[in-house]
């Protein structure tokens, strides 16, 4: 879509600026090309042309609405509505008011495009429930203000015939929020009185074609405007463009929305059917020629619709009063007085409905709240229309027209210029027509049309439209833009009639005729018909009329003078406002689509000085800002002049521009402000502004959110701190407390181990229940493991000596009993014999402790391992016991390996199969050994006969266990005897030996030289 139209729109230029020769004919020629291809908008800078196309173009839906919202003015092909969104940002960024002028001459397209632009904005500006309203009531008050201020008119089927100006009010947010409504004089004459080819507002035809069968009976109407005089004039009721009934809905679906209810609806259109029927009302005369209104129907519907009495009514149509000398005098009207009387009421009373539907409107759209808001001002008024006969209407709405343009030189070429002047910027003046000249003719104070025309209508005596021209003639004679029928040259006059004055207004001359000047100027009401309408029944008509001129007493202003002066109070208020302007032209006089009249439309930009506007344009600058408002809006956009500039501000924006890359020529440094020649160059300051916004938004927002953490940090760091000087604070009181019980405890532990001897106090207590339970522990880990171990007993602290001794016995006893518990029938048998063992030779004999470990044996030798005749001989005693032993012969003390086996009864000396010796055991009268650690045994025999042997001397390794064997067999515990030294024994014969025993280094047995048996024994290892 979009591609087609910017595609469409590479026909021709779409900124004049750009044209490339700016004469008329280039111009029209741009124009018309375009026009031929439907593109009816073209730029003059930010002005806008409009062409009239007579036919609908597919060019104002949502889609393009949506196109162009928010788009630079510039990017996008020419539109009305990227004139409106241009200003509603403007206003937006800017925060201040603006209004856009649309001018143009009738049929021109002003309403037109000032419905298209509330429609953008319908549409465009945010909204919400609450603003719909809004926007409906802003958009439905147009039909309603159409079909009661728009008519059929030569120039154009729905000619706006009042002057409105309407603000729409935007809050901060660019949300519409309200609408005001001002009216400028309505051209109420149309409703008595129409030309040939026009009609009468629209509402009356809309009321009699349209209305529903029992709103017109109630009303007293019949269908048709065929009935009603005032709609028959112009002979042209019915036109193609227009459809009265379906109008007459709009109408009246649009009056629900701007909160007229049904009751006040009747009253209003009660007020169109009173005017109809005042029209039909028709006067007889008597033969004095006073008018006559004889039990007249129309008349009683009036009366009826009114809420008045008939007769007062007709007295009031008919007759004038007269206050003389305190008394009322009634005067009958003439026939045409009546007429006039009647016709005055009509429009008056339909004036000032229009009035009061205009604050009707403005109510339903009023904002209330308070909070300051920005206008867009949309200013659609009437257009210049010239007329076969023109009269004080037209006048004044081409008066209107002349100030209008008057506003717009101001604003643009004479400002433009004057401001190039001021500041200093090199300017080749352009020349254009300033109509100021025939404004000053019409209005100017004591020698103007209008004060001439209101001294005329309040001077005494016979006033009368021609001596109005006569003082005109008088006055303006000479002035270039005032002609008539006698100031006029020969060729001129043939031009005039006698009663016109013709006027050169800036769009072309336009003659007047000065019939009803007068009439219509003063638009006076009697008295007396005023009086009975405040009694009407008709709430509106009634308020109305209650309210027109409040003050009795003084004249009221007349029409021209009031328009005058509404005028002034519009400029003023337009002033005001920064100006944004759309220009419309007429394209053909036929109202045919495609029609290019080129005559026409080069009047048109004649007068409306588009050539010299655009000579201003071209060679003038596009945009200027003062430099503290350039420098404050742009500033972010240089590295020098952000975030703040402090020289001087025309420095700041040099630097500015050049940062921005200007060209030279595209900017002028003025005195106080800067001038950008192209507007594209400011849009691209924009863009980067825009851009830069972002950017700023974003650092900003960076920098906050940083600066939003530092401050959670820092209060996140002081609160850890605090919890960690609490914490801290906690930890240290608890190590004090701890370091408090320790010091009480060690000091009771050190006077514990101070007083640890004495009794058990408060003191040592504590300290004594520590050793205790200590050594308890340490005793429990380190108690003996064997019986036999009696060094492993720790030793007890004094407190325990006691304790420990008990502890002890009990612990061996234990231990004991463990061990006595595990001792088999073997052992303790075995023991037994060791226990014997210990009685007999524990500390007498030294090898005694090394023997105490080694086990006893049931026999050394086993059976087999003794002769078998041996066994056979002692078989009969049990052999007990058998150990091998040395034998030492008694006479040379020879060792002889032998065996000794011990029987029930006797001891054996057994050399293989002999038994060498047997020694009963009742002959054993003794054993002796020494006390060292050999193993010499000597047995003790009795020898009674000489076969005895003798004493025997044997070693054996096995002594204590042989001696133990042998003490159990023998039953000869007496018998031991542990010797020190020497040891005697006897043999045969009663012959002594003896056997000595010593320590030495290597055990030895040998004969000594004494004879005596030597036995060297080691010395037993100390324990
Ligand atoms: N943009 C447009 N597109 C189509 N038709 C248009 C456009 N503008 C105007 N017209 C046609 O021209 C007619 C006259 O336009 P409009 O009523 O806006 O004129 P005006 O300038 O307000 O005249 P006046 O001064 O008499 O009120 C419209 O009724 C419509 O038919
Ligand atoms: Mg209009």
Request: with cysteine; aromatic share 10%.
């Amino acid at each position: 879509m979009e591609g087609a139209l910017t595609a469409r729109d590479r026909v021709g230029i779409q900124d004049f600026v750009l044209l490339d020769e700016t004469t008329e004919t280039a111009f029209l020629s741009n124009l018309k090309k375009r026009f031929c291809k439907d593109l009816i908008y073209t730029y003059i800078g930010t002005l806008l042309v409009s062409v009239n196309p007579y036919k609908q173009l597919d060019i104002y839906n949502k889609k393009q609405m949506a196109i162009y919202m928010g788009v630079n003015f510039f990017e996008l092909p020419p539109h009305i509505y990227a004139l409106a969104d241009n200003a509603y940002h403007t206003m937006l960024t800017e925060f201040n008011n603006h209004f856009i002028l649309i001018s143009g001459e009738s049929g021109a397209g002003k309403t037109e495009a000032s419905k298209k632009i509330l429609q953008y904005y319908a549409v465009s500006c945010p909204s919400t429930t609450l603003l719909n309203t809004v926007r409906d009531k802003m958009l439905m008050s147009n039909p309603v203000l159409e079909a009661f201020g728009n008519a059929k008119t030569l120039k154009n089927d729905n000619s706006s015939r009042f002057g409105k100006y309407m603000d729409i009010q935007f809050d901060s947010q660019g949300d519409a929020v309200g609408g005001h409504i001002l009216n400028y004089l309505l051209e109420k004459s149309r409703v008595v009185h129409q030309n040939h080819g026009e009609r009468n507002f629209h509402i009356f035809y809309q009321l009699v074609e349209g209305g529903e069968d029992n709103l017109l009976q109630q009303m007293g109407l019949e269908r048709g405007y065929q009935h009603y005089s005032y709609l028959t004039q112009g002979q042209c009721a019915t036109v193609s463009s227009i459809n009265d009934k379906n109008d007459w809905k709009s109408v009246k679906n649009a009056l629900q929305v701007i909160d007229i209810d049904e009751i006040t609806s009747n009253h209003l259109f009660g007020i169109i059917a009173i005017v109809l029927h005042l029209g039909n009302i028709h006067f007889d005369s008597d033969n004095k020629g006073h008018a006559l209104l004889n039990n007249n129907a129309e008349l009683h519907w009036v009366s009826n619709l009114l809420g008045v009495d008939a007769y007062t009514l007709q007295e009031g149509l008919t007759f004038k009063k007269i206050d003389a000398h305190k008394d009322q005098v009634l005067s009958p009207f003439t026939l045409d007085h009546a007429v006039y009387v009647r016709d005055a009421l009509a429009k008056a009373m339909y004036g000032q409905t229009f009035t009061w539907l205009v604050n009707k409107i403005n109510d339903s759209m009023e904002n209330k709240d308070s909070s300051r808001k920005t206008v867009i001002g949309l200013l659609d008024i009437y257009g210049f229309e010239v007329f076969y006969v023109n009269s004080f209407e037209q006048f004044c709405i081409n008066y209107c027209n002349e100030k209008l343009q008057q506003l717009f030189i101001q604003l643009t070429l004479q400002a433009e210029q004057e401001e190039y002047e001021a500041e200093n910027i090199e300017w080749e003046p352009v020349q254009f027509f300033n109509n100021k000249i025939i404004c000053d003719l019409v209005e100017e104070r004591h020698t103007g049309i209008i004060s001439i025309l209101d001294e005329e209508c309040l001077r005494p005596g016979d006033a009368t439209d021609l001596t109005f021209l006569e003082r005109l003639q008088e006055k303006m004679g000479s002035h270039p833009h005032f002609v008539t029928h006698k100031l006029a040259d020969k060729m001129t006059r043939k031009t005039l009639e006698r009663g016109d004055f013709r006027l050169l207004h800036y769009a072309g001359e336009v003659t007047y005729c000065v019939v009803g000047f007068l009439d219509k100027n003063n638009d006076l009401l009697y008295r007396n018909i005023k009086d009975l309408m405040c009694q009407s029944k008709n709430a509106i008509v009634k308020e109305c009329f209650s309210t027109m001129d409040p003050d009795n007493r003084r004249r009221p202003e007349t029409v021209a003078t009031q328009f005058k002066s509404s005028l002034l109070k519009l400029t003023e208020i337009l002033m005001a406002k920064e100006a944004w302007y759309i220009r419309c032209l007429k394209s053909n006089e036929s109202k045919q689509p495609g029609q290019f009249d080129e005559a026409l439309i080069r009047h048109q930009v004649k007068y409306l000085g588009l050539m010299e506007h655009l000579r201003v344009r071209r060679t003038g600058f596009a945009y200027r800002r003062k430099y503290e408002d350039f420098l404050k809006r742009y500033k972010p956009l240089c590295p020098a002049t952000w975030p703040h500039w402090r020289g001087d501000p025309a420095d700041g924006v040099e630097l500015l521009a050049q940062h921005l890359g200007y060209l030279p020529f595209e900017y002028k440094m003025g005195r106080t402000k800067i001038f950008i020649r192209h507007p594209r160059t400011l849009y691209a300051t924009e863009d980067a502004y825009e851009k830069c916004k972002h950017e700023l938004a974003t650092k900003l927002q960076a920098k906050y959110k940083g600066y939003r953490t530092k401050g959670e940090f820092k209060k996140q760091k002081e609160a850890a701190t605090k919890i960690e000087t609490c914490w801290r604070g906690a930890q240290a009181r608890k190590e004090r407390e701890k370091r408090e019980w320790a010091v009480k405890v060690i000091r009771k532990f050190i006077k514990g181990y101070m007083t640890r001897g004495q009794a058990k106090v408060t003191d040592n207590s504590e300290y004594l229940a520590f050793v205790k339970q200590s050594y308890l522990n340490r005793l429990k880990d380190n108690l003996p493991k064997t019986v036999l171990d009696k060094t492993t007993w720790l030793s007890p602290p004094a407190v325990l000596t006691e304790a420990s001794e008990i502890l002890r016995k009990l612990h061996y006893r234990l231990m004991v009993r463990k061990y006595v518990k595990g001792i088999t029938p073997q052992k303790k048998a075995q023991l037994q014999l060791k226990v014997l063992t210990s009685s007999i030779f524990k500390g007498k004999k030294d090898s005694y402790p090394q023997s105490v470990a080694q086990p006893f044996m049931d026999t050394r030798i086993s059976e087999n391992d003794i002769n078998a005749r041996v066994i056979q001989m002692i078989r009969h005693e049990h052999i007990k016991y058998s150990v091998p032993i040395i034998k030492y012969d008694r006479n040379g003390f020879k060792p002889r390996p032998r065996q000794l086996i011990l029987t029930q009864t006797a001891a054996y000396v057994i050399e293989k199969a002999k038994i060498k010796q047997r020694v009963l055991y009742t002959a054993l009268k003794g054993i002796s050994v020494s006390n060292l650690t050999d193993g010499m045994i000597i047995f003790h025999v009795t020898c009674e006969d000489s076969k005895q042997k003798g004493d025997v001397v044997i070693q054996c390794d096995h002594l204590f266990e042989l001696l133990t064997k042998l003490m159990v067999i023998a039953n000869k515990q007496n018998a031991i005897q542990v010797v020190q030294g020497s040891i005697k024994f006897e043999i045969p014969a009663g012959r002594e030996r003896a056997v000595d025993f010593s320590t030495g280094q290597e055990p030895m047995v040998y004969k000594g030289n004494n004879g005596h048996l030597m036995v060297v024994a080691t010395r037993a290892r100390a324990r």
